[in-house]
């Protein structure tokens, strides 16, 4: 089979695929953003504010839809996916901006997680399988830049329109909405993926999707999970209620707490770009990710040990940043591409995904009332949550730099015979 290897990099399609990280987290955070806005003009109670992150592009809605969007993938192709989900993400957004009562908000946001969800693996495996085997990780992280782009972007928005109050919030949205139409455009003159289209002729019998549950590849999905899935429950939770929490436990303004926000993206990309895309196809991938994970207990830790001022909320977004450039965010994408075949690839994806996202959708239901009890309750769980996650990634961290999709596989097969077993056919095609 042949690979990218070689290629001349294509730059444009890996923009356009990882455009599916900037419409991610822009959402969450378009929602984060407004969140506090929301509460006020609708005297939502908690378990209401609860229920909108819950369902939305921050949890359970996008779960389900990379649970289906990833199995859709692997069975229809990358591009059928990501050329039309887009649309449906527009019609979701649509409701947020016109939205007049509290249900809108959350069937909005329900049609937008289903939509984000269903596009991150077929981008993310788009992503893997067109970039040159020696520089995965350069490419994953162009993605990453493009998931902490969107915040800046939309916290910058909301800072500037403060004033407009849920107007501004609006305004925030219909930006989204006019980002997936032209991305859908753009999106339409992509091609698909050599390796899936190849990968199709070759096999006269697709893989059972039991084959992920089983040896190597059950393990992978086992350690994808917990290395993410604890750490996106600090991700999801810090994401959507920063700014709710700084308003109402710290005090801070509107203006403030966006502005802290934006900051701490701002760094990421700096993160990202100087350290993850300079590094991750170059040296240790296991020491990379343990520097991270270690930095970032620190980080959260100094919010459960002193008072949550604006000082120690700065100090704590500049480490956090700094670490989580070059962390579980970007690891996961690039290794839950890389741990699978071509033909299970976008499947396995949705189905890490899938469970991340919908574990941090039920926890989502009780941040709120932790906060109330006490931020420093809350801030302790997610310290001891990085720290779960530091560990599990540390111990199973693989050493991938460097080597083809195609090397990968042949490496899982061969430990799979000397074992005294086979956890897939001889013959898969990567």
Same mark, same amino acid.
Request: glycine fraction near 10%.
């Given at each position: 089979?042949? $690979? ?6 294509? &730059? ?5 695929? +990882? ?14 953003? *407004? ?15 609860? *229920?909108? *992150? ?18 859709? #993938? ?25 939205? =007049? ?6 069937? +909005? ?19 893997? /399988? ?32 403060? +004033? ?19 991305? $859908? ?12 289209? /190849? ?38 939770? %810090? ?18 707490s966006v502005a802290i926000q934006a900051l701490n993206f701002g760094l990421g990309i700096l993160s990202i770009f100087f350290i993850f895309m300079k590094l991750s196809d170059k040296v240790n991938q296991r020491l990379l990710f343990t520097v991270s994970a270690a930095i970032q207990v620190v980080g959260m830790s100094l919010l459960a040990i002193f008072p949550l001022t604006i000082p120690v909320a700065l100090t704590h977004v500049v480490l956090m940043a700094f670490a989580v450039g070059f962390g579980a965010q970007s690891f996961f994408q690039l290794w839950s591409a890389e741990m699978f075949p071509t /033909?299970?690839?976008? $499947? ?5 995904? *899938? ?17 109330? $009890?006490?931020?420093? %309750?809350?801030? &302790?769980?997610?310290? +001891? ?37 086979? #956890?897939?056919?001889?013959? =898969?095609?990567?």
């Open positions: 089979m042949s $690979t990218a290897t070689g290629k001349k990099d294509d &730059w444009r399609n890996t923009i356009l695929a +990882g455009l599916a990280n900037y419409i991610d987290s822009g959402s969450i955070v378009a929602g984060s953003a *407004a969140l506090a806005l929301w509460q006020e003009s609708y005297s939502l109670s908690n378990d209401f504010v609860g *229920a909108i *992150a819950a369902f939305g592009p921050n949890a359970i809605g996008a779960g389900i839809g990379a649970f289906i969007g990833g199995f859709l #993938c692997d069975k229809l192709g990358r591009k059928k996916i990501y050329q039309w989900d887009m649309l449906i993400y527009a019609a979701g957004m649509s409701m947020l901006v016109f939205a =007049v009562a509290p249900w809108m908000i959350v069937v +909005g946001f329900l049609i937008v997680g289903l939509a984000v969800g269903a596009d991150i693996p077929a981008s993310w495996s788009l992503i893997a /399988e067109q970039a040159p085997d020696n520089r995965r990780g350069l490419h994953s992280g162009v993605a990453q830049m493009l998931w902490y782009l969107g915040p800046v972007i939309v916290l910058l928005m909301s800072l500037a329109l403060t +004033g407009l109050g849920e107007l501004g919030a609006r305004i925030v949205f219909a930006h989204l909405v006019v980002i997936a139409l032209a991305l $859908t455009l753009l999106r339409s003159r992509m091609k698909e993926s050599q390796r899936w289209e /190849e990968t199709r002729k070759a096999k006269f019998k697709r893989m059972p999707v039991s084959t992920l549950f089983q040896g190597k590849y059950l393990k992978s999905i086992l350690a994808l999970v917990g290395m993410y899935g604890f750490w996106n429950l600090w991700a999801g939770v %810090n994401g959507f209620f920063f700014p709710y929490i700084l308003r109402t436990v710290g005090a801070a303004t509107q203006a403030e /033909e299970l690839r976008s $499947t396995a994806q949705g189905v890490c995904f *899938a469970i991340v996202r919908i574990a941090l959708g039920f926890f989502s239901f009780f941040v709120p009332m932790l906060t109330a $009890t006490g931020f420093t %309750n809350l801030a &302790w769980i997610l310290t +001891g949550f990085l720290a779960i996650s530091g560990v599990i990634g540390a111990l199973w961290a693989p050493r991938n730099e460097g080597k083809s999709l195609e090397q990968l596989e042949a490496e899982r097969q061969a430990a799979a015979k000397e074992i005294g077993g086979s #956890c897939t056919p001889s013959n =898969v095609n990567v």
